[in-house]
């Protein structure tokens, strides 16, 4: 097994601005696998909140690569876990492997996690935390390119800049079902003085509401929410899935997070018949970084996978989404492929 790795600049088309920070690119650490004439490759993102930089990625990579070079069968290599490596390396791994593993069966990764048919669903697509007007053009473009989900964050300093938006997007979009998403930005009180308001403006659910940290206050505030309560940052995997199951209404599993597809995959198992339903979530990553996650949608209640529309340039492509919805592509492996680059203009 050939291991490799290389580091590619991520832009957004424009600043995404949350609760919490703003963003405008991360670094992707892309896994080159190669073994008996096919090419495995996974994606991993640097994310500081999830307290990934690049150089403790390229560390960890370099620390399993022995490990990794050893590997002479893909697809049990794939469910090996890999404890002691951050989750979102953990799942750049396993993905190049099961990339490598289909291409060698000649399987799609789905196929090979279990669900015999290719997975397409509609995605949410984000709108940033902005203006009313901005707000309510960029639903009206969405809506009309064919997104029937759009996701909103909120947490702003005054709640009722929050709620212009919602009402702007709602006025622009007047089909679409609307989430609401304010990382964590409120106190259980105005939580629960707030979210009753978003309700009546037509908001399905929100997601992760108040500070992370006390999953109980959480659990709590899904018991009188008139909304359904979707858990981020405080579910990052089994353990705390396991712990609010049935708790709160949903969960947002991100491979990135809980290490991986196998891992969303138990996730996904404990909370079956709990009441607690998935939200499957990213980043903004390639489209190389979301396809495991798109193999998944058959699994979600609410997907969420819109990380590479985010890009001012994705690199990779497959997957879909432009127009609303994510598919798993037919083809062996996660299916995406390289971006060709652009012939070079002729001379004269």
């Known amino acids: 097994m050939k291991f490799g790795t290389h580091t590619v600049r991520l832009r957004l088309a424009e600043p995404l601005r949350i609760s919490r920070s703003v963003t405008t690119g ?22 500081e909140y999830l307290g990934l930089p690049t150089e403790l990625i390229n560390q960890q990579l370099a620390l399993v690569r022995p490990r ?36 060698q069966a000649g399987l799609p990764v789905h196929r090979l996690l279990g669900t015999p048919h290719a997975p397409a669903a509609g995605t949410a697509r984000t709108i940033g935390i902005t203006g009313p007007a901005a707000a309510g053009a960029a639903a009206a473009r ?68 108040i500070a992370p940290g006390d999953p109980d206050a959480l659990a709590d505030l899904a018991q009188v929410s008139p909304l359904p309560v979707i858990a981020d940052e405080d579910a990052a995997g089994l353990r705390d899935a396991v712990r609010l199951a049935g708790r709160v209404h949903g969960v947002n599993v991100k491979l990135a997070k809980c290490g991986g ?21 990213c980043l903004a990553a390639s489209s190389l970084g979301i396809a495991p996650a798109v193999h998944l949608a ?5 997907v969420d996978l819109d990380g590479h529309l985010l890009l001012a340039h994705d690199p990779w492509q497959g997957i879909g989404g432009q127009h609303g919805t994510v598919r798993a592509p037919g083809r062996a492996g996660l299916g995406v492929r390289p971006v060709p680059a652009p012939a070079p203009e002729a001379d004269g």
């Open 142 to 209: 969405l809506a009309a390119a064919g997104f029937t989900l759009l996701k909103i964050k909120a947490g702003s300093a005054d709640p009722a800049e929050d709620l212009a938006r919602v009402e702007a997007v709602r006025a622009g979009a007047p089909g679409a079902r609307l989430l609401l998403d304010p990382n964590g930005a409120w106190t259980s009180r105005q939580a629960r003085a707030l979210i009753p308001r978003f309700a009546d403006l037509g908001v399905e659910a929100v997601e992760q509401p």
């Open 298 to 302: 058959d699994r979600a209640r609410w």
């Open 26 to 47: 991360r670094d992707a650490v892309v896994v080159t696998l190669r073994h008996g004439g096919s090419t495995g490759y996974g994606e991993v993102v640097s994310s």
């Open 261 to 281: 597809a196998n891992a969303a995959l138990r996730i996904c198992e404990a909370l079956r018949g709990t009441g607690t339903d998935v939200m499957l979530g």
């Open 68 to 103: 990794i070079e050893a590997v002479t069968d893909p697809l049990a290599a794939a469910a090996a876990g890999y404890p002691g490596l951050v989750p979102g390396v953990r799942a750049a791994i396993e993905a190049a492997l099961l990339d490598l593993a289909g291409k």
